[in-house]
Structure formats: structure tokens, C-alpha cells
Nanobody, 123 residues
Framework: VQLQASGGGWVQAGGSLRLSCAASGRTFSIYGMGWFRQAPGKEREFVAANRWSGSSTYYADSVKGRFTISRDNAKNTVYLQMNSLKPEDTAVYYC?????????????????WGQGTLVTVSS
């Protein structure tokens, strides 16, 4: 499975961005997709996740109510709509895919990773 993330950029606080993650290859093996982020000098952290089928979604408390994860199965693409962005949202955002059938917010649970896309939020 290959993951290609895009959509990062620079935005002022309060603005919005939408990230995309296109999956290719053996996508039938994917049970779920997730977004993680890593700010400078910090560890990578969970942001949001959903299942490849069904409607279940999961969010970190820090983004709940501001970020929305969605998917387009026909395009094998997952999106992360980010609204009301804050300077503390500045990070490299990574999409990831898991073959596990149960939800997880841990890095170790994800088998495939995209290359990351930088989001910079200025105050």
C-alpha cells in the first residue's frame, strides 16, 4: 500500500485547510485510516481516524469539533478538513493505514505511512 498526502500549506489562525491522502496498491487490506502529526521537537501524535467501511470516526481531544475526517472509497482517498486552525496545530501531518480490524490511536497499530505534509498556522 502506498499513501500520498497533500494539501498542506500556510494559513492564518482561524483559517481552514483540507488535507488529502490517496491510497494505492493493495487497498483491500486496509481496515482503517488515520492522521497523525508531529510538531518540531515533539513526538508524533494521533489526530483522527476512521474505518474504511462504516461511519465510525475518532478524534484527539485537541481537535474535536474543529477537524473532520472523511473518505471517498471510490477514490481510495481520505480527507482531513481542518477548521478554526490554531498556531499549535502547526506540524507535519501524516496519513497512515492499518490492517487491524479494531480501532487504535497508537503509531504502532498502523502499517503504512505517507510522506507527510506541512501545515503552518500563523498567529
Amino acid at each position: 500500500v502506498q499513501l500520498q498526502a497533500s494539501g498542506g500549506g500556510w494559513v492564518q489562525a482561524g483559517g481552514s485547510l483540507r488535507l488529502s491522502c490517496a491510497a494505492s496498491g493493495r487497498t483491500f487490506s486496509i481496515y482503517g485510516m488515520g492522521w497523525f502529526r508531529q510538531a518540531p521537537g515533539k513526538e508524533r501524535e494521533f489526530v483522527a481516524a476512521n474505518r474504511w467501511s462504516g461511519s465510525s470516526t475518532y478524534y484527539a481531544d485537541s481537535v474535536k469539533g474543529r477537524f473532520t475526517i472523511s473518505r471517498d472509497n471510490a477514490k481510495n482517498t481520505v480527507y482531513l478538513q481542518m477548521n478554526s486552525l490554531k498556531p499549535e496545530d502547526t506540524a507535519v501531518y501524516y496519513c497512515a493505514a492499518t490492517r487491524r480490524s479494531t480501532y487504535s490511536n497508537t503509531i504502532q497499530a498502523y502499517d503504512y505511512w505517507g510522506q507527510g505534509t506541512l501545515v503552518t498556522v500563523s498567529s
